[in-house]
């Protein structure tokens, strides 16, 4: 026998449920039910693709088994079971992304209030045993396995395992009950009555037998399966939190039904709260498929996009062999069709979210929006869809988001584009010289300022027949015939400081011009319309990409009084001193945006300089 420790992680989750004040400790049995379950659904699968594998398929079940006298509870499946690498991996430690952030919330939470209600968020798994056991006994074999394995722990900083040679196949776990205590809300968990209220309530759809005294007392019916009008909410709500690990109900659920040449039905669901694992590189998709009412696979790519991973649920097809791979299922026309129309719905359902449940709209954009635009990049056929259900901050509110729509609305009288700037912060766009003529002129901006935003903008060419334009790229054309014709007037007075100027400036600019931006500030530097911006050249630096120099445009503001001295200066034939103007001005510029300077010493230096000259 070996005695192991608990990984650091997996000790302070366990600590946690022993001294667990959750008042919904009935929840243990769930997660029991729940593991066993999946244990069956893999094996089933297994025993599909390895036809040699020694298993016994005919009567896949869970039992649940109580004694009083001894004070255990026992769930068993004969499901896939784990070997004794399993065992150590899995038990012993928690490889589950966002289990590290869940604890740092739950600690400064308990900080705060001294409540721990935010176990109820997270699915917590085998180790919710130790909310209700003082001692947990596991006993297990894996068709591979020549051995079982049993292994044992007080939930304390560790755990004992051993080598079975009779195990049978599949999984048991025995729970050493704490004493029942009516005070701590602790319930006699060895009473049938308990138990069957229990698995009815939390279990009932799981698709295998689970039995109590030789009786089965789950109704196993597919919710998909059920008669809209005969599913209540918190059974959807429960079947949610079984597939998705999410505590929260859904905010909203989707039901699809397809008859004819290829049936199918699809029972989906839009979350309240973000997965912990939306942004994570191996973050998961949520939707799993059977073949009439078989498991079949778990986070099935080829049902949803990546941009709508956040969307959890089942998909049942009636016509799909129980072989089905993921090489037949990416080739198989009738299920990219199927794609196609479940994406449609969930985006259809967004949308009409945002007209009906416009708060329960707002909570969703919140929490999966950037992901949903991922979609503007890698969706082209749902593009205007996609747009339309998406929200952005702009000018036009302080706290609020706008739809494009809502924007288009707003648009003044000859206004030709949706303008837009990227930016790190809204406080680095609002601030930034670039916005002024917009803002004099009384347009509205969207200020875009997730990492996705700077790349879907430039390949989205347009949304209500209104291109996109950035408000820090290109020409922007905001002038009257009059002001243009004032404006070439002025181009001519400045010619000659604006060439010199580039030949100073030649190592960071491709160009200087006036502007038709500026209407306080000296000066900008503005792209060219196909320039990337700075924040994506920082990107894909950080990434390791090597990208040559891009030279952007010095725009300068000929109303300035700073412009105007340049250019007395200049005729004046002022060479020397000018040129250390010209740095100063370029570099504040950057600054203005909040950007960086190409040599932040030496601009400081030639400030020093200047400021030293007042005295
Ligand atoms: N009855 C069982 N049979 C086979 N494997 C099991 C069984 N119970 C647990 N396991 C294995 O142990 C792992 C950890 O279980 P645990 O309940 O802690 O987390 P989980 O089920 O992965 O996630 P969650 O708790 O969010 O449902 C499972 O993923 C599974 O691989």
């Known amino acids: 026998m070996e005695t192991l420790e608990f990984q650091s992680e997996a000790r302070q989750l366990l600590q946690l449920m022993i001294h667990s004040i959750y008042s919904n400790k009935d929840t243990f049995l769930r997660e029991l039910v729940s ?18 594998m020694q298993v016994d398929t005919d009567d896949l079940h869970i039992v649940v088994e109580s004694d009083p006298s001894e004070r255990t509870l026992t769930v068993r499946d004969n499901g896939i079971g784990m070997t004794r690498e399993d065992v150590v991996r899995l038990i ?36 919710s045993s130790f909310m209700v056991a003082d001692k947990v006994t596991l006993v297990t074999k894996h068709p591979h396995a020549e051995k079982g394995v049993r292994w044992e722990s007080t939930g304390e900083a560790t755990y004992t395992i051993d080598d079975v040679d009779d195990a049978p196949q599949g999984t048991s776990v025995t729970l050493h009950l704490k004493p029942s205590d009516d005070e701590d809300k602790l319930p006699d968990y060895t009473e049938p009555a308990k138990i069957r209220e229990i698995v009815k309530r939390y279990s009932d759809f799981i698709t295998w037998p689970v039995r109590l005294g030789g009786e089965d007392i789950n109704s196993r019916k597919a919710l998909w399966a059920r008669p809209a009008s005969e599913v209540t909410e918190e059974e959807y709500a429960e079947f949610y939190r079984h597939i998705s690990h999410d505590w929260n109900a859904p905010l909203e659920t989707i039901r699809m039904q397809a008859e004819g040449t290829f049936e199918y039905q699809a029972l989906l669901f839009l979350p309240a709260q973000a997965p912990l694992d939306l942004f994570m590189r191996d973050g998961k998709r949520g939707v799993q498929l059977y073949v ?13 996009p990546e941009y709508l991973r956040f969307v959890k649920g089942v998909v049942d097809a009636a016509d799909l062999s129980l072989n089905v791979s993921r090489e037949i299922l990416q080739q198989d026309r009738q299920i990219q069709l ?8 969930v985006l259809s359902s967004i949308k009409s979210l945002q007209s009906s449940r416009p708060d329960d709209y707002r909570k969703l954009w919140g929490e999966v929006g950037a992901a949903l635009k991922e979609g503007l990049l890698s969706d082209h056929d749902n593009r205007d869809a996609i747009l339309e259900v998406c929200s952005f901050a702009s000018t036009h509110s302080d706290s609020e988001l706008t739809t494009l729509a809502a924007y288009v609305s707003r648009m003044k009288e000859g206004q030709e584009h949706i303008y837009y700037m990227t930016g790190d912060s809204r406080v680095a766009v609002e601030n930034s010289p670039h916005l002024e ?3 004099a002129k009384g347009y509205e901006v969207l200020i875009l300022t997730d990492t996705i935003d700077e790349m879907w903008v430039d390949s989205v060419p347009a949304f209500d027949g209104k291109s996109f334009q950035s408000v820090a790229k290109g020409q922007v054309d905001l002038e009257t015939e009059e002001e243009k014709s004032a404006a070439a007037a002025k181009a001519e007075e400045f ?19 006036l502007s038709s931006r500026l209407t306080t500030s000296p000066a900008c530097v503005v792209g060219d319309s196909y320039d990337i911006t700075p924040t994506l050249e920082k990107m894909y630096k950080a990434m390791g990409q090597e990208l040559p120099k891009i030279k952007r445009i010095l725009e300068l503001n000929p109303s300035h009084p700073l412009v105007e001295g340049l250019r007395t200066a200049f005729e004046g034939g002022e060479r020397e001193s000018l040129t250390d103007a010209v740095e100063l001005v370029h570099g504040l510029a950057l600054l203005a945006e909040g950007g960086e300077l190409g040599d932040p010493s030496r601009f400081v230096k030639l400030v020093a300089d200047r400021v030293q000259r007042t005295f």
Do not use: H, P
């Open 35 to 52: 593991n066993a379950s999946d244990a069956l659904d893999k094996l089933r699968l297994e025993s599909f693709r390895d036809k040699d």
């Open 92 to 127: 012993g430690t928690i490889a589950k992304s966002g289990t590290a952030e869940f604890l740092k919330q739950l600690k400064e939470q308990q900080s705060a209030s001294g409540s721990s209600d935010l176990i109820g968020q997270f699915g917590i798994g085998f180790y």
């Open 292 to 304: 009439k009412r078989v498991f079949i696979m778990d986070d099935c790519a080829e049902l949803m």
């Open 338 to 345: 199927m794609r196609r129309r479940l994406v449609k719905k």
């Open 437 to 439: 003529a917009l803002r």
């Open 495 to 513: 010619a000659a400081l604006l060439e010199w100027m580039k030949g100073v400036l030649e190592a960071e600019v491709k160009e200087v011009r």
